[in-house]
């Protein structure tokens, strides 16, 4: 494929199968003055190779696999558990995790699961397990992405009520 553009061997990729393995020899590509400058505007037909749910994996062995990406809901919300415990977010941690967890049964399973990795090395808290369970049990119920109201913020309070008189 040396001499297609990018999306023209996105494109092939994305058509096998996904679990399908191949081998992918890299080439670097010849360089202009120009490479710094980037369109504003992007084409359509770039923007739906950019939409799809699919990754690339290089594995350590020289195989590549194509693989379905996780969902960004379960990313962020990992992301939000690691900032409100340690005050940072890393994309590629919580999707390593979630990669680890996704397939556990129940708590004990993903802190077992989590303890024998070598993510052990972070000494997370307990509490850290409790929340990653619940986001994982939220995810696959559905209500991760839904927003619910406090049960102080009712129109029948009185308080709140005044309020939107003023």
């Known amino acids: 494929m040396v001499g297609r553009k990018h999306f023209d061997v996105a494109r092939c990729l994305r058509?096998?199968?996904?679990?399908?393995t191949f081998t992918m020899r890299l080439v670097e590509p010849k360089r202009t003055g120009f490479n710094f400058i980037a369109s504003?505007?992007?084409p359509k037909r770039m923007r739906s190779i950019l939409d799809?749910?699919?990754t690339i994996r290089f594995k350590a062995d020289g195989t590549v696999i194509v693989q379905e990406m996780p969902n960004a809901l379960i990313i962020n919300k990992i992301n939000d558990i690691f900032d409100?415990?340690?005050g940072f977010?890393?994309?590629e941690l919580a999707q390593t995790i979630w990669e680890m967890i996704s397939s556990c049964k129940n708590f004990n399973d993903l802190k077992n699961t989590l303890m024998e990795s070598e993510i052990n090395d972070f000494n997370f808290p307990t509490e850290l397990y409790f929340d990653l369970w619940g986001s994982v049990d939220d995810y696959r119920n559905g209500r991760l992405g839904k927003i619910e109201m406090p049960m102080g913020k009712t129109a029948?309070?009185?308080?709140l009520l005044s309020e939107q008189k003023l």
């Open 15 to 20: 058509a096998l199968p996904t679990g399908s």
């Open 40 to 42: 504003y505007s992007m």
């Open 52 to 54: 799809t749910n699919e």
């Open 84 to 86: 409100s415990y340690f």
């Open 89 to 91: 977010h890393d994309n």
């Open 156 to 159: 029948a309070d009185k308080k």
